[in-house]
């Protein structure tokens, strides 16, 4: 059945019209990579800080307040383009595994984000629990780290 909603997606009208177009795709993909970046830099400021990296005269609650709006705005981009990149090639991205890795991790880093994540940034115990918080840390880092090559090999498989 999910196979069959592929198929009918690639192949409708618009969709074939964009996905024809010598433009549209590299446009497309060029601002996904965009929001992969501001994602980046909001998950490596915060994280790092998390580590005892960095912005140590800050804490790291105000650092994590701020990023978050960045870390909003950039997934916001990145859902966006990803649909408009997955309704392209559908069919394709059905049978690549690598695209179910990404889709999987993504899943499972918005919620440690918005939940283990975010309780720990934002909370008073970051130095005085430094083993927790660069736990946390480096689980974020390492799941953002899957999306980010489960979408390199999604272009390369």
């Known amino acids: 059945m999910l196979l069959e909603f592929c198929r009918w997606l690639q192949y409708s009208a618009p969709l074939h019209a964009m996905r024809d177009s010598p433009i549209f795709f590299p446009i497309v993909a060029t601002i996904h990579l965009m929001g992969l970046a501001i994602i980046g830099g909001a998950v490596l400021v915060v994280d790092l800080r998390l580590l005892g990296f960095g912005l140590r005269h ?47 991790a993504l899943f499972v880093v918005i919620v440690f984000t918005w939940s283990v994540h975010r309780r720990v940034a934002m909370g008073q115990d970051v130095d005085t629990r430094p083993l927790r918080s660069r736990l946390v840390a480096m689980t974020s880092l390492l799941l953002w780290t899957i999306v980010a090559i489960g979408g390199r090999y999604i272009g390369f498989p």
């Open 58 to 104: 800050q804490p790291a609650a105000v650092i994590a307040q701020d990023a978050e709006r960045w870390l909003l705005r950039g997934l916001a981009v990145m859902i966006a383009t990803g649909i408009l990149l997955f309704m392209c090639f559908a069919t394709k991205y059905y049978y690549l595994t690598f695209f179910w890795v990404k889709m999987a």
